[in-house]
């Protein structure tokens, strides 16, 4: 597609609930990031992958936190057991190169409220 | 762990006047990603500095590094309504992560 597609736009979740969050990357980028970024905050890194090679997961706050990417394309991030602090948007990134001088698309996000 | 910080963090200006943000941090920044975020919308990659005191101009932008590679400034000539925003530096490191300044919000006055 022309860019990062994030699905769903907006989720309400019941405290307890897992939830699922897509994320299309531009196709062919070899590069995804998750970040999460709370209101009036910056995005604050999750992960990284590389094709579908997960190398960094220090940023997950738990181990409620996710993510895989298993054909090195389209990404999921899932949270088990969600909690208020939970709420935040989660943004998806992809780059075409490791290290690239182009910067990273960031989606639109996903809007996750844990009521 | 990874501290950038970005003064000021609100702006308000009158369009027509300039604006200028700074990006700190207490270690050595590797490259320095600059990105703008519309209220409601995700971060747009601006520009990239890589080497030290590098100096680049997009129109009435003006992206800095410094000497020391510890800080990095963007100034904004004669601002206008569509120049608001949130504006982060992030810190591109050898490991590929991107670690987000706090951000500077600014607000231009019709």
């Known amino acids: 597609g022309a860019g990062v597609s994030q699905s769903p736009r907006y989720k309400v979740a019941k405290r307890g609930q897992d939830v699922a969050l897509r994320c299309d990357p531009i196709?062919?980028?070899?590069?995804l990031f998750w970040y999460q970024q709370a209101l009036g905050q910056g995005p604050e890194f999750l992960t990284y992958?590389?094709?579908?090679?997960?190398?960094?997961k220090s940023g997950l706050p738990s181990d409620r936190f996710f993510a895989e990417r298993p054909e090195g394309s389209v990404s999921t991030l899932k949270i088990q057991r969600t909690q208020q602090e939970d709420s935040a948007v989660y943004l998806c990134a992809s780059s075409l190169f490791v290290g690239t001088n182009y910067g990273y698309t960031f989606g639109s996000g996903t809007r996750l409220t844990v009521v | 762990g990874q501290q950038v910080m970005q003064i000021p963090q609100y702006q308000h200006v009158q369009e027509g006047e300039d604006f200028t943000t700074y990006c700190n941090s207490s270690?050595?920044?590797?490259?320095i990603q600059w990105y703008k975020q519309r209220p409601g919308g995700h971060p747009v990659f601006l520009i990239q500095?890589?080497?030290?005191?590098e100096v680049k101009k997009q129109k009435r932008l003006t992206f800095q590094f410094g000497e020391a590679k510890k800080n990095s400034s963007l100034h904004i000539t004669a601002t206008q309504t569509t120049d608001v925003g949130t504006y982060f530096c992030a810190d591109l490191t050898g490991a590929n992560n991107l670690f987000f300044g706090t951000g500077t919000r600014l607000t231009v006055i019709p």
């Open positions: 992958f590389q094709n579908e090679a997960q190398l960094d």
């Open positions: 196709s062919g980028h070899v590069s």
């Open positions: 270690t050595t920044l590797s490259n």
């Open positions: 500095l890589v080497k030290s005191g």
